[in-house]
Nanobody
Framework: QVQLVESGGGTVQAGGSLRLSCTASGRTFSSSAMAWFRQAPGKEREFVSATTWSSGIGYFADSVKGRFTISRNNAKNTVYLQMNSLKPEDTAVYYC?????????????????WGQGTQVTVSS
């Protein structure tokens, strides 16, 4: 099992930026894919971004392309989500997830380990 701890959420005005961090511990070698999902009130959890520890290549939902970037620090077992040009519709609880592999598009069922979530609120 992989344990995930997110941090970096908060409240910002539209157009602002936030950086989320997700640190993994435990059986990290069993999870090659790392992803961010988000869930707004009354909505289903949706994919935001993903990467793998080996490649570092980023995958993004269309709604965040060009505004969000994903990166990782393998030495620290940490994945980052840099969110720029934030919009009120980005408001949600953001979850970090670890899985065995990525497919396109990544789906919730592919990820077996989840963090507790961190709230991101974007005011207009």
């Amino acid at each position: 099992q992989v344990q995930l701890v997110e941090s970096g959420g908060g409240t910002v005005q539209a157009g602002g930026s936030l950086r989320l961090s997700c640190t993994a511990s435990g059986r990290t070698f069993s999870s090659s894919a790392m992803a961010w999902f988000r869930q707004a009130p009354g909505k289903e959890r949706e994919f935001v971004s993903a990467t793998t520890w080996s490649s570092g290549i980023g995958y993004f939902a269309d709604s965040v392309k060009g505004r969000f970037t994903i990166s990782r620090n393998n030495a620290k077992n940490t994945v980052y989500l840099q969110m720029n040009s934030l919009k009120p519709e980005d408001t949600a609880v953001y979850y970090c997830a670890a899985g065995i592999a990525l497919r396109s598009p990544p789906v919730v069922a592919d990820f077996g380990s989840w963090g507790q979530g961190t709230q991101v609120t974007v005011s207009s």
